[in-house]
């Protein structure tokens, strides 16, 4: 690696941290990002980790959270911050620029360095480098498959071989949804070789060979790094069976039978054309249109200097094949684009090298369109910033998910400043219903207190110092217990959702006689 290479990629580098770091706390805490929050604090407590086949997906997120926990310094489940938890995909999302050197001899320098640019300024990758969800993780470590299979093949190393399988294995244990990118890689193979037959009548990659014991180590690691951790450092011995169990109800999800349900534009008018009004546009076709003329540039042979173009043409039909796998499967959750649109960045780096080669000798064309490029990364950088702060939580924002609403961090304050009132704050009973479960993140944000209670109905005792229930449960608990418990304030919990707050009345009554008097009074 060059140092104009090494410079260009520590100011990708510079560029996808400055993006990715600010007010990591600042917006609520998605619902699934909650919900393994939760499953964290277990784990990282000493309560262990056990994994549910039906729900929650692969255990390494948790386990490869427990560093950055203990660094972070946090004491107890209450210190522990959700900036802590979002550097773990942030971390892994900086960390697929860092991997690209590995594919220097296979995209070529110049490529390498354009994927490095668009995988920092990408919208959609800098907003999911902050969410504590698997996504991340799974890109990373799929693309670290990728170029460990490609350095065993240039080396024919056992090293290579050995770190493939130990990825493979925590692809294993990170997302069920692994299997699509194996698929997509099989079929890529199949494919590439296939087309070089129709071409040439040669095979494609001849020294694809591989020799069978470098083949089985490597799958006997890959068992092995996937049954640590699916049987939670051997205490769980069901884990790795219910590895296989779990493709039943996640099949059966994929097939339609979930909320999330959505036709086939849904992930292209996410990144290629997105407005809503009152809303900027947002848009990364600018990628795309690069990632096809990378494609044709590879199809058409037209030689690129340092590019290996078979490698391009397969990673072309794996990024198509993926992409198709996506998008023809009814369940879609605006996360999954990352598969697929990481493919399509790292065409990306090969398209810019293509436009600018097509310059030939016209250097003056070369720096206009390099130029052009730069605008394009920076507006792109722009779209990133507004997705990841000023649009982190708005539904006009086209990663915004079922979003829990600002609003409810002022349910949190409210309950914390009414419960501060108290001799043992954390002591207070709290009671908190919502139907068909649907309280997530509150019980990540009332995890500091020990005695809270959650139900799906309003339960025949309802009554508590602290209540919070669903707007849809028609509680009408001030009334019922005439007025000896209030309702204080009516909370968005995410659009379409409100959240009631009651209090007793001698707490709330306690809680005003001690509230600090407005400014203008004092």
């Known amino acids: 690696m060059n140092r104009w290479l090494t410079l260009g990629l520590l100011l990708a580098v510079a560029a996808a941290l400055l993006l990715r770091l600010p007010h990591l706390n600042q917006r609520p805490l998605h619902t699934d990002e909650s919900v393994h929050a939760v499953k964290f604090l277990g784990l990282w407590e000493g309560r262990g980790y056990r994994y549910d086949p039906n729900e929650y997906h ?58 490095a640019l668009w995988t920092a300024v990408s919208p959609a990758f800098v907003f999911y480098s902050r969410y504590y969800i698997h996504e991340l993780l799974l890109v990373f470590f799929t693309l670290l498959l990728l170029a460990a299979g490609w350095r065993y093949l240039q080396t024919r190393r056992l090293g290579w071989a050995l770190l493939a399988g130990a990825v493979l294995g925590l692809m294993h244990a990170t997302k069920e949804t692994f299997v699509f990118n194996l698929v997509a890689l099989a079929a890529a193979a ?60 996640w099949l059966h999800r994929a097939g339609g039978a979930s909320p999330h349900e959505h036709p086939w534009p849904f992930y292209f008018k996410r990144l290629l054309w997105f407005h809503k009004a009152g809303g900027p546009v947002w848009t990364e076709v600018l990628i795309w249109l690069l990632a096809i003329v990378g494609l044709a540039a590879a199809f058409t042979s037209h030689p690129l200097n340092g590019v290996n173009l078979r490698f391009v043409r397969f990673l072309g039909f794996y990024t198509l094949c993926l992409t198709a796998i996506y998008n023809v499967l009814p369940y879609k959750t605006p996360w999954c684009v990352l598969g697929f649109h990481h493919g399509f960045i790292l065409l990306a780096g090969v398209g810019a090298v293509a436009l600018l080669a097509w ?77 068909g479960g649907d ?35 028609n509680a009408n608990l001030d009334e019922k217990s005439d007025k000896r418990f209030l309702m204080v304030g009516l909370f968005q919990q995410r659009p379409g959702v409100g959240m009631e707050l009651y209090v007793e009345f001698n707490l709330w009554k306690k809680y005003l006689e001690m509230r600090p008097p407005p400014k203008d009074e004092e």
């Open 58 to 115: 692969g255990p390494i997120l948790y386990y490869v959270t427990l560093p950055f926990v203990w660094l972070s310094g946090a004491r107890g489940a209450a210190a522990v911050e959700a900036s802590a938890l979002r550097m773990v995909p942030l971390v892994f999302g900086v960390g697929l620029i860092l991997l690209l050197p590995l594919l220097g001899d296979a995209l070529g320098r110049p490529a390498v360095f354009w994927a």
């Open 190 to 249: 199949v494919l590439a070789g296939a087309w070089e037959h129709w071409r040439a009548g040669a095979l494609w990659f001849p020294e694809l060979r591989l020799r069978r014991r470098h083949l089985l180590a490597a799958l006997a690691v890959a068992a092995v790094v996937s049954v640590v951790f699916f049987t939670s450092c051997f205490t769980n011995a069901s884990g790795p069976l219910d590895s296989i169990r779990t493709y039943l109800p």
């Open 359 to 435: 310059c030939g000798r016209r250097r003056w064309l070369a720096v206009v369109i390099a130029l052009a490029l730069f605008a394009g990364a920076v507006q792109l950088a722009a779209q990133a910033r507004r997705a990841a702060i000023t649009f982190a939580a708005d539904p006009r924002n086209p990663w915004v998910y079922a979003h829990t609403s600002p609003d409810l961090l002022r349910l949190v304050a409210q309950i914390n400043a009414i419960t501060a009132t108290q001799a043992q704050p954390d002591q207070t009973l709290i009671k908190v219903f919502a139907r």
């Open 439 to 473: 309280y997530w993140p509150l019980p990540w944000y009332l995890r500091a207190y020990p005695h809270v209670g959650w139900w799906s109905e309003v339960p025949p005792d309802p009554y508590a110092p602290i209540i919070v229930a669903s707007s849809s449960l």
